[in-house]
């Protein structure tokens, strides 16, 4: 028997429409999750319930508007880079505290991915606040609205086994976006000098894992090439603008620590070593400029780091 009109309509409502692929791709895949979320939220609604902070945290994580980014523009690192699709097949879906990340298997899809990763590193970090993830390759379904693959459960299953700069073997699920070997290895064999200049500056390495490292990035600003209108005295200025800043994010997370418990302190204390060392950078970057200003003797040509 027929089913009736409105059956007809549910039965096509829920069948895949044309332009959405059923099939699982090898992809380039990524899940990262804000730490300490569970408790901020308790700690909200025992104060009234005001989400709002929370909420501008998990935009830092990205939404659909970064892959709408990819479809109208294309690649926005390394643009030359090869790629298979223009958009990248860049998905991104945000749930809760946590967001997957998924691009295509080539150069472009790759360094773009690292660098939506090293931005949620870094806005975090701006904030006072940790994250912890795996980049990884694999496969995986991933719409604008629904993600599956043996690729995403493999970077969900390992993200809390994130090992990379750990002080002893005891410590487990370091604060780091943690990249698969697999992943590195891919990079160590292209030839495309882009991609692998721009993962060497968003990532670190330990001697055994690879990680995204906001702080190598952030010893290396500001930088300059000396040229002839080189400035020692407002490059001066902007070192210490950057110290400020990092001044800053370091007291932020000390006040987060006081109240902390262990394991939570041994997770703020590889941000506290990453910011001090940071903050030593631009001390030696500013006494390099103080000589600069008494001697005179400016090196045009070279590159200020």
Do not use: W
């Not at 070997?181 to 064999?189: G, K, L, N, Q």
């Amino acid at each position: 028997m027929t089913n009736s009109l409105s059956e007809q309509n549910s039965d096509q409502d829920q069948r895949p429409s044309d332009d959405f692929s059923t099939k699982v791709k090898d992809k380039f895949i990524a899940f990262v999750d804000i730490l300490g979320f569970k408790n901020m939220v308790d700690a909200a609604e025992q104060t009234g319930g005001d989400m709002r902070h929370l909420i501008e945290l998990t935009r830092m994580l990205g939404s659909n508007s970064d892959s709408q980014k990819f479809t109208r523009y294309g690649p926005t690192i390394c643009p030359h880079s090869t790629y298979i699709s223009r958009d990248l097949d860049f998905k991104v879906t945000q749930i809760s505290d946590c967001v997957v990340v998924s691009a295509e298997s080539s150069p472009a899809g790759l360094i773009n991915l690292i660098h939506h990763c090293f931005g949620i590193a870094i806005n975090l970090l701006a904030k006072g606040h940790l994250c912890r993830g795996v980049i990884t390759r694999g496969n995986i379904l991933h719409s604008d609205s629904q993600f599956m693959g043996t690729g995403y459960a493999d970077a969900y299953k390992n993200e809390q086994h994130v090992s990379v700069f750990r002080v002893d073997e005891k410590e487990r699920g370091t604060p780091f976006i943690q990249v698969a070997s697999p992943v590195v290895v891919y990079v160590s064999t292209l030839k495309d000098d882009c991609v692998r200049k721009m993962f060497a500056r968003m990532t670190d390495s330990d001697g055994t894992y690879t990680a995204i490292s906001p702080f190598r990035a952030l010893g290396n600003a500001p930088s300059a090439i000396v040229g002839p209108d080189f400035d020692p005295h407002a490059m001066k200025a902007s070192c210490q603008r950057s110290r400020k800043l990092r001044l800053d994010n370091l007291g932020m997370f000390e006040k987060s620590e006081a109240d902390a418990d262990d394991q939570t302190k041994a997770k703020i204390a590889h941000y506290k070593k990453g910011l001090l060392h940071v903050i030593a950078r631009l001390d030696e970057k500013e006494r390099k400029l103080d000589r600069m200003i008494e001697t005179g003797q400016i090196p045009y040509g070279s590159t200020f780091l």
